[in-house]
Antibody, heavy 120, light 110 residues
Framework: QVQLQQSGPGLVKPSQTLSLTCAISGDSVSSNSAAWNWIRQSPSRGLEWLGRTYYRSKWYNGYAVSVKSRITINPDTSKNEFSLQLNSVTPEDTAVYYC??????????WGQGTLVIVSS | QSVLTQPPSASGTPGQRVTISCSGSRSNIGGDFVHWYQHFPGTAPKLLIYKNNQRPSGVPDRFSGSKSDASASLAISGLRSEDEADYYCAGWDASLNGWVFGGGTKLTVL
């Protein structure tokens, strides 16, 4: 059974970097069939896909246009996890952040969610 | 403004059938599958329908999905109080090269 466990701080100061990690159990971050996504949810923006990383003989990344200049998603094969880094955050980045596994064209497995508040 | 368009709210009484619409374009659900999520505040979204009309195991058959061209619908029959939640449609957008979601529909069971 695939499970995703998120970790990371719930409070980030404006202009700093938001960093979250998603630990995978029951699957491999290097799977040739899965994609590993970050999504956020806020009252003002609803659900918003941020980006993904996946392995198909080599590593690929894809990012949403809205955050492309500020985001990095990295796999860590030694820990079987993947991370999100979002730079130069503002209060607009306050949201619940989720990691999710994409497989066979849909995202069925989600992490528990992490509320991140951007405030000084 | 969400790429996929949903009504912000829907309502029904227990036992009724309600439908929630989702409108997109050829670059997303018009050319690919649509999926539906049920979301209770404070929990992770739950996959309700995938690939237009498929139910994951454990999802009651009261929930059904359909799609025609670039429009899709989620139907809930035999409405129950525990169905009161937010519902989102989602799909892959080939032009944006990313996932897109509807703005969400808040379902109220009267």
């Amino acid at each position: 059974q695939v499970q995703l466990q998120q970790s990371g701080p719930g409070l980030v100061k404006p202009s700093q970097t938001l960093s979250l990690t998603c630990a995978i159990s029951g699957d491999s971050v290097s799977s040739n069939s899965a994609a590993w996504n970050w999504i956020r949810q806020s009252p003002s923006r609803g659900l918003e896909w941020l980006g993904r990383t996946y392995y198909r003989s080599k590593w690929y990344n894809g990012y949403a246009v809205s955050v492309k200049s500020r985001i990095t998603i990295n796999p860590d094969t030694s820990k079987n996890e993947f991370s999100l880094q979002l730079n130069s955050v503002t209060p607009e980045d306050t949201a619940v952040y989720y990691c999710a596994r994409g497989w066979d064209g849909y995202m069925a497995i989600w992490g528990q969610g992490t509320l991140v508040i951007v405030s000084s | 403004q969400s790429v996929l368009t949903q009504p912000p709210s829907a309502s029904g009484t227990p036992g009724q059938r309600v439908t929630i619409s989702c409108s997109g374009s050829r670059s997303n659900i018009g050319g690919d599958f649509v999926h539906w999520y049920q979301h209770f505040p404070g929990t992770a979204p739950k996959l309700l329908i995938y690939k237009n009309n498929q139910r994951p195991s454990g999802v009651p058959d009261r929930f059904s999905g359909s799609k025609s061209d670039a429009s899709a619908s989620l139907a809930i029959s035999g409405l129950r109080s525990e169905d009161e939640a937010d519902y989102y449609c989602a799909g892959w957008d080939a032009s944006l090269n990313g996932w897109v979601f509807g703005g969400g529909t808040k379902l109220t069971v009267l």
